[in-house]
């Protein structure tokens, strides 16, 4: 299990990440969400030891990474597949990492096959690869060590649909397996097919955290209107609080009943209405980070 607890880092007067506390538990697929800038890359810098807390703590199974005798033998990390040498070749990078942690040389060849790179791109230099393939190398890298948790930040940048799909299933096997998986991305469709909790950061604090279905059944109500911000203001007039999210939608906790009676007495034409339920994670998403959204930004 990876726990993180009370964790918080600042940089000379700014708060990345603000008493950041959640759990990624075994056998199951922990999406972790948030707009550009939210804190979820400093968060897992924190986690394998990349950068120190200011305060609290993040650990696995109880140990900090940092205090684990073999760590690619206990967790696997992808953070940024472009930081690797570029003058090796994947092969060499691999055999490296093999001879670190102690493993046979045999199981670099195991992972040069399971991540679907051909004999001839192994032996190419990293510098010649495409981000897809460095994604794979990446990947490979972090499986090496045979883990039980998997920490990968934005490990479908840069693959086509079908190495998408390739992705999705090495996941949920990887967690059926009883493995702890912590997915950052930003392609919401996948994180929706794959994961089993969700975890959403804005503005360096967690804004939601539990299970898919339970976030996703308990989103509210979704309005759309000719005028979102006067539906919004004609809500808040109401006494009900509302969000605008980035693509327009109005998402409040009241139920659509109460939004329509409200759009009709302020005169608000509406376009849509209905529970939030079926709208799926893009739109909740959109509403739980909308004050963290950058001007024009879309998921």
């Known amino acids: 299990m990876i726990t993180v607890e009370s964790l918080t880092r600042r940089y000379a007067g700014f708060t990345a990440v603000d008493d950041v506390s959640f759990t990624a538990r075994p056998g199951r697929v922990t999406g972790f969400l948030g707009p550009n800038g939210a804190g ?67 199981r670099v060849e195991e992972m040069v096959r399971l991540v679907g790179l051909t004999p001839t791109e192994a032996g190419r230099r990293v510098r010649d690869y495409s981000l897809g393939m460095r994604q794979r190398l990446g990947i490979a890298t972090a499986l090496l060590g045979d883990p039980r948790v998997l920490i990968l930040d934005e490990p479908a940048n840069g693959l086509d649909p079908a190495g998408i799909r390739w992705m999705r299933d090495l996941l949920t096997g990887f967690a059926g397996r009883g493995g702890t998986v912590l997915l950052s991305s930003h392609l919401l469709h996948e994180i929706e097919v794959i994961a089993d909790d969700l975890v959403v950061i804005g503005d360096g604090r967690i804004v939601a955290a539990g299970t898919k279905d339970e976030l996703l059944a308990a989103a509210g109500t979704l309005a759309r209107a000719t005028s979102p911000r006067d539906l919004a203001h004609a809500l808040e007039q109401a006494g009900i609080p509302s969000t605008v999210a980035g693509d327009g939608s109005v998402r409040t906790d009241a139920d659509p009943a109460q939004v329509g009676a409200v759009a009709l007495t ?21 509403s739980l980070t909308a004050d963290t959204q950058r001007e024009g930004a879309a998921a």
């Open 266 to 286: 302020a005169g608000v034409a509406l376009t849509e209405l209905r529970p939030a339920e079926g709208a799926g994670l893009e739109d909740m998403f959109l």
């Open 40 to 106: 979820k890359s400093t968060t897992m810098r924190v986690m394998v030891g990349l950068t120190a807390p200011t305060s609290g703590s993040a650990t696995i199974d109880g140990v900090r990474f940092a205090d684990l005798p073999n760590p690619g033998r206990e967790v696997g990390v992808l953070l940024d597949a472009s930081a690797q040498h570029a003058g090796r070749t994947g092969r060499e990078i691999l055999t490296i990492a093999a001879d670190t942690m102690g493993l046979p040389r045999a």
